[in-house]
């Protein structure tokens, strides 16, 4: 078929070329002008800019990056004057963490309840002498002048249980008590004298001192079988003087009394000695609680021992194994910690940069924590750290382990409304420049196939002629380059690589930073030398120097008067090609 | 013949205003003067053949080529004049490169294959038949894509709307009557053209302006392309590109049309006629069953809000997707058109004398025009024919067209009833010498070509001819 088809095609030039046998030639296209036609070609000759940074460029910096294996997608961002920057953020947040210690649990108090019976004898006033003297025939009604009972009366109250305490909990200053009120009920229920004979009552109810108020006073008129009672509302309890880590290692409690003592006293009291004892009878009544018949707390200063370590790893990149023995210098970077907290708590806290799995922490990391004492405001506090990056680049893996460490300072109070949800939240911001440092020198060599076929073309082609590209460079971007290519021929029997001759070193520079130069590639070799077909290889070497200064937007390659030297006889076989990409996809 | 005239007039400027389309074909002029050719009619329905015959399958092959971009508009002899140079060369500037190029430079190729062809010929009356298969591929590129290439950056924006790729293929069937009265001398004759349509794709741009500026890009392009073809479809693929399927059990006629050719021969005298006909006016109606647009503006010279919010993800997203939208043809999904494409038709007037006592020679003169958006061209030419027997017949003709010289070269010889017959109408201007290897033409050395825009049209023949042979 092929044969059938060239013999056709022939077949049609020759007719073609026929048809046009009466033409002129025309002087200057003779044969053997046209076997060699001046195939140097100047292309773009008012330039084409290579903006190797800009974002308006396929060049893209992030392109660039990803050719050599770091996808930097994500982190690389641009300043507002221009400059390329590497920026990693991500953030932590800990408001989990905070509500799984259960705040409103902190603190728990039960509510205080009693009601017991009292009986007190008479003070003053011999009863039973007077019921000795008076004969029973005369023992009516008298009016005596002066009648008063003693009243004293203590009561054991528990409020905390030392099993109770949270681990945490070091401490606690005032605890700020939402309408919570103690309230006092005295009653008597055989009172001498009349049902409607009053009695001055005067007495105290003293309450625990971390009470605040301390004491209730209870003072009127009081009649038999009538309750006579006082409240007053309890606005916190100090127990700054309580030592609640010994009561939790202890398992005691948190007790104290109620004190009520005082008089009932009343005169010119008409009673029957007939029915008349000598003691008084009733019941005396105490209870600490709200309306719900609970003790609910506002607020707590608390004294609390916490810590919490927790690592969170992120992606970060490692260096492809072609800059293993590069020398990178980087600047140093800026690692910048936000927390944002709506909790009034003395924390302060560390991240370790380690790469995974690394026991020593390559860079450590200090953050303050704000202090807000309205847990509807979330306060912000930034920490400023500068960590130098060319010891992590040497640890720098596929990821890397932010391990932080956040603790209170269990001497200092912290204030806590236990009804609040609290929250935290920790942002980490790095920022470096994208530049490399002034000693920064990184080798890429690699040998890359070619393959037989394409390989073979190009030694034919050398055979015969040259191939290369002249340009005038101008450079802005902030590296030089040197570029070597060698070409090579594999042994596959051997296992060796031959090089291939050429009349020199293909070398080719890209101007140090703000210079001008000329890209010159020009690869010859001796004419006819049959070694050249055996090409299958190229050894590619890269050296990168750099000037220390940032990637900027605005800095460029610009290549003008870019010229081809073009051999004769070039042409690609598609058919290799494509057979050469569909073995790569199988 | 006022009263036809008028018609003719009418209706070629109202063709004019439809639709306009871009083609490659033309006729074979050589054929006007060659005797003994059966296919005259082509170019004149008044021309009658001088036998009845009968064509299948080689009935008549007609090829053509045609290029405005000429070898001479890339390859430059150098400033020393003892070599040549490539219009990339740093001595050819941009002005005389584009002094060598168009806004557009056209190029195609087409075909005419007879599938079936019958003609019956009386004294004063001829009637064809024919099945014909016709395919026409045409292109243009854009002048300003060199102007890039030699330039790189430049203020002036590139207009590359002239790029053009147009292709289709189509049966057509003719019915041709030519008619005289028995004792007059003028020959009126139509032919009468069933066209169904088997495929046809157009690419075209009304507008694609791109702008190079220091590293910044603008773009503002309209363009659409179209697909017809009965069973098939386009779409894009998860990368973008423009893909083709087809059904096979759906295969349908992808388009319906019509054509007319009039023409008239008036011999005054025995020995001269005058003619002159119109051939095409006519088009097809394709149901385009995908549709392809590509209408954006575009610019990208940077974000244009940069800081640390700036979410570069979504703005070179969005970038890329522009840019693909306009680098790729975006099929609309469900959207179907049906639009009518005009044929490049072709109008030509001509006479032929036969020599008074040497009635075996003849000359003659034809001129034509072809209405064509892409590559319209005009033709003037003499010929001189020798016919020393009936059956035998050869000519030559020279003359100008659009692009050169042009040279026309055909004969006919008949043995006992078969006819066969071959030409060319080709260029006749300067050539170069080319390396081809395996072909070397004597005298040059090398193979000739054509070193400027050309178009060449060749075509051959092989029928039967019977019944009594009548003079035109």
Known sequence: MKKFLKTTGIAALAAFALAFSSCNVEPAYTLENLQNIDLNVTLFQNGIQLRLADSSSVFRVDTLMKSVGLDSSEFIKQGPDGSYYISYSDSMDLTEDISGIGLDEVITIDAVNFNEDISYNLEGFDLANLLAIVPPELQGEYTIPDIHYDIDKTVDIELLSGQDLPEMLVGVGDIVLDQVYTTVELLFTDLPGQDTQEYDLDATVTLPAFFDPTSIELKGKIKKNEVFSRNVQINKFNLSAVDFVAMRENNTTLSDQIVINGTVAAENVVVNLAGMGPTVNGTIGVAVADANGKILVKSIQAKIDYQMNQTFTSAFFALPEAFSDATIELPDATVDLTVKTNMALPLAGSADLKAQGAAAAVATINFEVPYSLDPSVFEEKTSHNTVSLNDLLEEAADSLDFVTSIATDKNTWCYIEPAAEYGMQLDIDLSLPLAFGAGTLIHFADTLEIGADTGKQIGQILQESSIGVKAHVTNTIPISADVTIKFLGYDEANGTYTAIPLNSPVSIQLPAPGEEGLLNIEIGAEKGNAALEKLTHMELGIDVHANGQALKGEDYIVLTDIYLLLPNGVHLDGNALLDQEENENE | ?472
């Open chain 2, 1 to 472: 013949m006022k009263k036809i005239l008028t018609i003719v007039s009418i209706l070629t400027v109202a063709f004019s205003l439809l639709s306009v389309r871009a083609s490659a074909q033309d006729k074979f002029q050589s054929g006007f003067f060659l005797d003994n050719y059966n296919y005259g009619y082509r170019l004149n329905p008044a021309i009658m053949s001088e036998k009845s015959f009968f064509g299948l399958g080689t009935g008549n092959v007609e090829m053509g080529i045609s290029s405005g971009l000429g070898i001479s508009s890339l390859i430059y002899p150098n400033a020393a004049g003892d070599g040549l140079v490539t219009f990339l060369h740093p001595d050819v500037s941009v002005d005389e490169m584009m002094s060598h190029l168009g806004k557009d430079n056209p190029f195609g190729v087409d075909a005419n294959i007879n599938i079936l062809s019958v003609g019956k010929r009386r004294e004063n009356k001829f009637n064809s038949f024919e099945i014909n298969f016709r395919a026409d591929l045409g292109s243009s590129i854009p002048g300003d894509l060199f102007r890039f290439l030699k330039e790189g950056n430049s203020t002036d924006p590139y207009d590359l709307s002239a790029f053009y790729l147009g292709a289709k293929a189509y049966t057509e069937i003719a019915f041709g009557v030519a008619k005289r009265p028995a004792d007059g001398n003028l020959t009126v004759g139509f032919r009468l053209k069933g066209l169904i349509g088997l495929a046809s794709t157009d690419v075209r741009f009304d507008k694609a302006d791109i702008y190079f500026n220091n590293g910044t890009i603008a773009t503002d392009v309209e363009g659409k392309a179209r697909f017809a073809v009965g069973g098939g479809s386009l779409y894009n693929d998860e990368n973008g590109d423009i893909k083709a399927s087809f059904n096979q059990q759906n295969l349908r006629p992808a388009g319906f049309g019509g054509a007319i050719d009039f023409g008239f021969r008036w011999t005054p005298f025995e020995s001269l006629a005058i003619s002159g006909g119109i051939n095409d006016l006519g088009g097809i109606f394709w149901k385009y069953n995908s549709v392809a647009k590509a209408a954006d503006q575009f610019t990208f010279n940077g974000f244009e809000h940069i800081g640390k919010d700036t979410n570069y993800e979504n703005e070179l997203g969005q970038a890329k997707d522009d840019l693909l939208e306009i680098a790729n043809l975006q099929v609309i999904e469900g959207l179907e058109e049906s639009g009518f494409e005009r044929l490049a038709f072709t109008a030509n007037l001509g006479g032929r004398l036969r020599l008074p006592v040497l009635s075996f020679i003849s000359v003659g003169a034809l001129g034509i025009y072809h209405f064509d958006q892409i590559a319209p061209y005009w033709d003037v030419r003499g010929g001189l024919t020798l016919s020393p027997l009936r059956f035998i017949s050869v000519t030559a003709n020279y003359g100008k067209n659009t692009q050169g010289n042009v040279l026309g070269l055909a004969a006919s010889v008949t043995v006992l009833f078969v006819n066969a017959y071959i030409g060319v109408d080709t260029y006749a201007d300067r050539v170069g010498i080319f390396p081809v290897e395996g072909v070397n033409i004597p005298k040059y050395g090398g193979v000739p070509v054509p070193i400027d825009p050309f178009r060449c049209k060749m075509t051959f023949g092989l029928n039967m001819q019977f019944g009594q042979r009548y003079r035109n």
